[in-house]
């Protein structure tokens, strides 16, 4: 238990569904972030969110839309997905602490498919 | 191309065997952090390094940062089934709070 926690755990959704990620954090933090863990690929960042202000945009496709309307939550909102789209989502936290030591703390992430 | 590269991609060992996993970059962090992750589970931190030259010791773990803060490496000993998994390095610069991920080392430790 890291006091991050994801919902749902799983998720099979049709190309034309719309649907919602969730996540929460119960430690303080207020830096908040979504990464995509596709199949021998590195981690990839796709947005931050520092402050309920989001900070950084990696080049993610429209479809993809998050919202954080305070600072222990966080949505990934998703529509007309395609199949690569097909991913593990994993939400992150962390401090604003200056120091260079950003650790974040992950939680259990979801398991898209997209069909 | 992978600002932190890590070496070997799989790893797979016997109980009791002593292992070594590396995280290489040409570029200098601030500090760096090892995750572990299980399948089905988000990556866990283990450790962060900040100190260049810096040595830390988690139970059976070593960890080590580069002179330079360059590069890292994780060295196992006796190794356990417990501690099969995907292990992360992520390193931080010195501006932002962004985490850059290396591609991971996938370790088996086979009863």
């Known amino acids: 238990e890291t006091g991050v926690t994801q919902t749902p755990r799983h998720l099979v959704m049709g190309m034309t569904n719309k649907k919602s990620l969730k996540c929460e954090q119960h430690l303080g933090h207020n830096a908040m972030y979504w990464y995509k863990q596709s199949a021998k690929k590195p981690l990839e960042l796709m947005f931050v969110?520092?402050?309920?202000?989001?900070?950084e945009n990696n080049s993610v496709p429209s479809r993809f839309s998050p919202e954080c309307p305070n600072s222990s939550h966080l949505f990934l909102h998703l529509h007309t997905l395609q199949p690569e789209d097909s991913a593990l989502y994993l939400c992150a936290s962390s401090t604003l602490a200056g120091g260079g030591s950003y650790e974040q703390y992950f939680g259990p992430g979801t398991r898209l498919t997209v069909t | 191309t992978q600002l932190l590269e890590q070496s070997p991609q799989f790893l797979s060992i016997q109980e009791g065997e002593n292992l070594t996993v590396y995280c290489n970059s040409s570029?200098?962090?601030?500090?760096l952090q090892w995750y572990r992750q299980e399948p089905g589970e988000g990556p866990v931190l283990l450790v962060t390094?900040?100190?260049?030259?810096e040595v830390k010791k988690l139970k059976r773990l070593t960890f080590q940062f580069g002179d330079a803060r360059k590069d890292s490496s994780l060295h196992i000993t006796a190794a356990q089934p417990g501690d099969t998994g995907l292990y992360l390095c992520?390193?931080?610069?010195?501006?932002?709070?962004?985490?850059?991920f290396g591609g991971g080392t996938r370790v088996l430790v086979k009863p």
């Open positions: 570029s200098v962090f601030s500090s």
């Open positions: 390094v900040v100190t260049g030259g």
């Open positions: 992520a390193g931080a610069k010195a501006a932002g709070n962004k985490l850059t």
């Open positions: 969110y520092s402050l309920e202000e989001r900070v």
